[in-house]
Structure formats: C-alpha cells, structure tokens
C-alpha cells in the first residue's frame, strides 16, 4: 500500500480524519521548511516511538504543540498499538531503519497534504 492509499484509508476513520494543521501550525512549518520539520519527525519518531517496551506507550505523543504530533494521530503513528493496528508493524520489536522510514514519510506526505488543502 502506498502512502496516499493509507492516507485514503485513515480517512474513512472518523477519530483519525478530525486531526487538521492549525494556522499556527502551517505558519510553523512554512517558517522552517519541510525538510526541517523531517528532521523533528525523525527525531520525535527515534526517540518516542522506535524502541520497544516504552514505558509511557499510548501517552508518548500529545495532542498538539508541534505539526509532527497532530500528523502522528492523523497517521496512526502515535503509539505501537495505533502501528501494529494500521500498519500491522510489531509492537514487540525495536522499529527497523525502514520502518521509521515509512512512518516519517507518511507523516510528511499528510503534512503536504495539509499544506495544499490550506492554499
């Protein structure tokens, strides 16, 4: 499945589709650029969501605060439970270099997507 087929398919449901960027949002990430905003996702997937056995999962993504968080609810990458339900990626394993791959770009490819429904 590709990243728009999945975007498709989180849409339909009716918890995931409610996740917009704000305008503080998109003014946060036209400040810095995407490929900043890449390096957060990246750092945030590291060091919230790639480990396994993390000791706050369920609890380790807030609701807001920064466009890489309300993407990660919007994509089901919040938790390992919200990545083994979607994306049937294990819980029970650290994340592969692919897999954090997978996730960030999906991650960007909804906050693109955000970005052009704003225009």
Not at 62 to 84: D, E, N, T, W
């Amino acid at each position: 499945m590709n990243y728009k087929e999945m975007l498709e398919k989180l849409s339909k449901s009716k918890f995931r589709s409610s996740f917009h960027l704000k305008e503080k949002d998109i003014k946060y990430v036209n400040d810095k650029g995407l490929e900043k905003i890449k390096e957060h996702a990246y750092d945030f997937i590291n060091k919230r969501l790639a480990p396994f056995n993390l000791p706050n999962d369920g609890k380790q993504t807030p609701m807001k605060g920064h466009p890489v968080f309300i993407a990660q609810h919007a994509c089901a990458c919040c938790c390992r439970s919200c990545l083994f339900k979607w994306h049937k990626i294990p819980k029970d394993k650290n994340l592969t270099t692919n897999e954090i791959d997978f996730i960030v770009n999906l991650l960007m490819t909804w906050i693109k997507k955000e970005l052009d429904e704003s225009l």
